[in-house]
């Protein structure tokens, strides 16, 4: 995969991203409903707010991770380190940039 090829796909995800994640902020329940639930409601209808709220938060969350790992695979494209192991400087294989075009490491190091 090129550098051209590996910006725009990333640019693309960087936007999809991003609309998730404001879309998630944007439909959070107000902050009576967090903190307190609605009194008088059944326990199972308060432990489904809660547990979607905790949804929302971890996709925003979520989204905010990835958009920063693009962003710095951006950042790697500009500067001319895009493609390389951040570990051992070897050129990262096709097949893996593919995949995953924020990748910062080979397959050897993929778990450091």
């Known amino acids: 995969m090129d550098a051209e090829t590996a910006r725009r796909a990333l ?19 107000a902050v009576a409903v ?3 639930g609605a009194l008088g409601q059944h326990p199972g209808d308060y ?9 929302r ?11 920063a790992e693009i962003d710095a695979a951006l950042a790697r494209i500009e500067d001319g380190t895009w493609g390389r192991c951040r570990v051992c400087g070897q050129q990262i294989d096709d097949e893996r940039l593919e ?5 910062d490491t080979c397959r050897e190091h993929a778990d450091q």
């Open 11 to 29: 640019t693309e995800e960087r936007e999809r991203l991003r609309e998730m994640g404001s879309w998630s902020r944007e439909h959070e329940p």
């Open 34 to 36: 967090q903190q307190e």
């Open 47 to 55: 432990g489904s707010e809660v547990e979607e709220t905790m949804e």
């Open 57 to 67: 938060e971890g996709l925003a969350d979520e989204s905010d991770r990835q958009v």
């Open 99 to 103: 995949a995953r075009a924020q990748a």
